[in-house]
């Protein structure tokens, strides 16, 4: 059971937009710690895409964009495509654990 | 640009201790404002945080492994290490080492991911 709950999957057709919910608590992104997310592409290495809630390295599209609020975080991909597909993983820090959390993963497939 | 390399046994016999080493290039590990992590993952399953270390010593360790697990640092060679006693076919897994980043003391974003090794647990 992950600290952070995600959903096991979303899908979308090329082009749609797509949200990713990551859901904490008051230890975590309640408390005001900061979200960060995660895409795996198959047989790869987790790669970050979004830092401090809705900040994009270098190199990744503004097609991905992240926010917070409350309890929660949110990551969007606007303009899906193929390469998209892949799993998504949210990642906070909790104070009562005195740990990194990550949440439980999500698979976008694109139909 | 900052690389990661993990190195260690594939294989590991039930009962005995899995050791991973990970080295770092292309960036100090005795820099402050990061912490260096070791994920696994299950397979098809989702990630899981083993544990961190700072570069002065200061480990976090999972509470699930806690009593099984230590990390290391060794700065004169920038690297560290895992070492997981009396392992289980449950800790067959894929094994990342990773770099994060800090900000007053707490783990941030993780910037930097080795690119991961299979470690099975079978006699």
């Known amino acids: 059971q992950s600290v952070l709950t995600q959903p096991p999957s979303v899908s979308g057709a090329p082009g749609q937009r797509v949200t990713i919910s990551c859901t904490g608590s008051?230890?975590?992104?309640?408390?005001?710690?900061?979200v960060h997310w995660y895409q795996q592409l198959p047989g790869t290495a987790p790669k970050l895409l979004i830092y401090v809630n809705s900040n994009r390295p270098s190199g990744v599209p503004d097609r991905f964009s992240g926010s917070k609020s409350g309890t929660s975080a949110s990551l969007a991909i606007t303009g899906l495509q193929a390469e998209d597909e892949a799993d998504y993983y949210c990642q906070s820090y909790d104070i009562s654990l005195s740990a990194v959390v990550f949440g439980g993963g999500t698979k976008l497939t694109v139909l | 640009q900052v690389q990661l390399q993990e190195s260690g046994p594939g294989l590991v016999k039930p009962s005995q201790t899995l050791s991973l080493t990970c080295t770092v290039s292309?960036?100090?590990?005795?820099?402050?404002?990061?912490?260096w992590i070791w994920i696994r993952q299950h397979p098809g399953k989702g990630l899981e945080w083993i544990g961190y270390?700072?570069?002065?010593?200061?480990?976090y360790y999972n509470p699930s492994l806690k009593s099984r697990i230590s990390l290391s640092v060794d700065t004169s060679k920038n690297q560290f290490s895992l070492k997981l006693r009396s392992a289980t076919a449950a800790d067959t897994a894929v094994y990342y080492c990773?770099?994060?980043?800090?900000?007053?003391?707490?783990?941030?974003?993780?910037?930097?991911w080795g690119q991961g090794t299979l470690v099975s647990v079978s006699s």
């Open positions: 008051n230890s975590n992104i309640g408390a005001g710690y900061d």
């Open positions: 292309g960036g100090s590990i005795s820099s402050d404002g990061y912490y």
């Open positions: 270390i700072y570069y002065s010593g200061s480990t």
């Open positions: 990773a770099r994060g980043l800090t900000s007053v003391d707490i783990p941030m974003d993780i910037d930097y």
